[in-house]
């Protein structure tokens, strides 16, 4: 094999690239990003970037110095137009042709966006990239009122930061929890109390009926009949996979290009990874993970499989969120069906969330308690058997490993 061409400038690519040098790879290594940015960490977006405290140069996973040591052929602002498979080749936006042995297609995804009322108005933001920052940034300022747009961890971490920022901030949410679709009913309480203590308003089981302004939202009526004046607009309410490439190419697509436990698409010379990456499992699920963890470790896993190795990936499922002085870290399944839970309870609000299935710990939600989260992980890997209370009582988790 001589050439292995990465579609995406992100995580998964980044860690592909390096992945392939270590592993002992000397063809060429390419990376196709139609950013102007090397690769970066996106989860600093909405916290330290938004807040100044981070840039382009501190984010960066994989530094032009780094490509160059590392003989990595980086091509920013290189749009990949469409995949050639018959004859193993991406047609370049600028017109070019490049030929790959093997193709990792790690094109992440995309913000979903509104239309309607909320289409093409100058105060209204999305956050995928350090360009989104950028402009969101500019636009923040103390005593300004933020309106986000959904409660998932993106929306809740930007107005927790405008809130640092001395921003006034207003989340509203179709759904009766924060975080509904990757948080237990108690966790997502629990994280809404934190956010109204820091002076965060919220407004759950609500919609937005109507909108005050013309080429700026100037203000929001919502289904509950209250009517707010807003200064901007967060939206995040959730994102796309990147997988147009890959379904005009003739791959299988749904909800992402699907990829088996080898990280290979329907094309035994193509793989995927990271947000675009739909994998399906032994059961014939598929599963798409939006996480730092997961590309890193998806795509990791696909370049060693690109180079022969046919080593299985298993999930890695830890994720974490940052907002104000509390950290937020999960793991495993949280919310499984016909399962028990067990809370060891911390100082203040911070809490420690097992869930128990046939006696077996199988996930945790770490609230407030990050150093848990270590030992957790140690003792689902041994497969941790719940005989008694003590995942609650024990003074130290540690003393059970």
Not at 168 to 181: F, G, K
Not at 254 to 260: L, S, T
Not at 342 to 365: K, M, N, P
Not at 380 to 401: C, E, I
């Amino acid at each position: 094999m001589k050439q292995v061409v990465i579609v995406g400038g992100g995580q998964a690519a980044a860690s592909a690239a390096r992945t392939l040098r270590s592993e002992g790879f000397d063809g060429g290594v390419v990376i196709l990003s139609d950013e102007v940015y090397y690769p970066y960490e996106r989860p600093p977006l909405s916290k330290a970037v938004l807040q100044g405290t981070a840039d382009a140069v501190s984010t960066c996973l994989l530094s032009e110095d780094d490509a160059r040591s590392h003989n990595i052929d980086v091509r920013l602002g290189q749009r990949v137009e469409a995949i050639d498979r018959g004859n193993r080749t991406v047609k370049l936006g600028s017109g070019g042709i490049l030929h790959y042995d093997s193709l990792l297609i790690a094109t992440g995804s995309r913000a979903r966006r509104l239309e309607g009322d909320f289409a093409d108005k100058r105060n209204v933001f999305y956050l995928r990239s350090l360009d989104d920052a950028a402009a969101l940034r500019a636009a923040m300022a103390p005593d300004r009122h933020m309106l986000s747009i959904g409660a998932g961890w993106i929306g809740l971490e930007v107005a927790a930061t405008a809130r640092k920022m001395g921003m006034q901030a207003t989340v509203v949410e179709l759904a009766d929890r924060l975080c509904a679709r990757s948080l237990p009913a108690d966790a997502g309480a629990a994280l809404a109390e934190v956010h109204r203590g820091h002076g965060t308003v919220i407004h759950l089981n609500t919609v937005i009926e109507s909108v005050g302004g013309q080429d700026r939202i100037e203000s929001v009526t919502l289904s509950n009949g209250k009517t707010l004046a807003v200064d901007m607009v967060v939206v995040g309410i959730g994102a796309i996979a990147n997988d147009v490439l890959g379904r005009e190419a003739g791959l299988e697509t749904a909800n992402g290009i699907v990829v088996d436990e080898f990280l290979r698409t329907s094309d035994p010379n193509v793989f995927a990874a990271g947000d675009v990456a739909a994998m399906r499992m032994g059961d014939g699920r598929l599963v798409r993970m939006e996480s730092w963890a997961n590309a890193q470790d998806q795509a990791a896993m696909a370049a060693r499989n690109i180079l022969g190795r046919n080593v299985p990936y298993v999930v890695n499922t830890w994720f974490w969120s940052d907002q104000y002085d509390l950290n937020i870290q999960m793991i495993g399944d949280i919310q499984p069906e016909g399962g028990s839970v067990l809370v060891r309870r911390g100082e203040g609000r911070a809490f420690t969330r097992f869930s128990v299935v046939d006696g077996r710990l199988v996930g945790a939600i770490c609230f407030g308690t990050p150093r848990d989260m270590a030992i957790i992980r140690r003792l689902m890997s041994k497969g941790y058997v719940v005989t008694d209370d003590a995942l609650v009582t024990a003074p130290d988790l540690r003393k059970l490993l």
